[in-house]
């Protein structure tokens, strides 16, 4: 093993194009996890809906266009460059990705434990973040299906 680099020889191996799929549904539970903690600390706690709402539509707008679009359409290229058809099931993400995810999961306990913020203000910020999550979900799955589809009609011709 050369300096730098980590051994996968014995990780779980699956072809590449079920990694947009595995992607999507790790997303899907990290988003999922998100949203069942911020819709109802957001709807227990609201005064003022329509506030609320507009400002988790524009946490979503920041989140979804500078972090989570930016984060599918980078993986994805990764993705696509593999030239080994057959790869480690965790290479969807890079080292860096799963250093950003532990620390939003550890960010997000953290801000919840020490009580900082009113529980209607984490309901929106989570609210807001955990649809931009799942706009990332969207775009692997989407991805994945697209392909398969296209994938069968070259098969069938």
């Excluded at 998100?34 to 506030?51: A, F, K, Q, R």
């Excluded at 969207?138 to 991805?143: D, Y």
Aim: some cysteine.
């Amino acid at each position: 093993m050369t300096k730098g680099k980590i051994n996968l020889d014995h990780a779980p191996r699956i072809h590449k194009k079920f990694l947009p799929l595995l992607a999507g549904i790790v997303w899907g539970i990290a988003s999922t996890a998100v949203l069942s903690i911020g819709i109802p600390s957001m709807v227990e706690n609201w005064t003022m809906p329509w506030l609320c709402i507009l400002i988790a539509a524009v946490i979503f707008f920041l989140f979804f266009k500078f972090v989570f679009y930016r984060l599918y359409k980078k993986h994805m290229k990764r993705i696509d460059a593999f030239e080994k058809d057959k790869i480690c099931a965790f290479a969807f993400f890079d080292v860096r990705g799963y250093i950003i995810m532990a620390c939003m999961i550890t960010f997000g306990i953290v801000l919840r434990s020490l009580n900082v913020l009113p529980h209607v203000y984490l309901g929106v910020l989570y609210t807001g973040l955990g649809f931009a999550m799942v706009s990332a979900v969207i775009g692997f799955l989407s991805t994945f299906i697209r392909r398969q589809i296209q994938e069968r009609k070259t098969q069938a011709n």
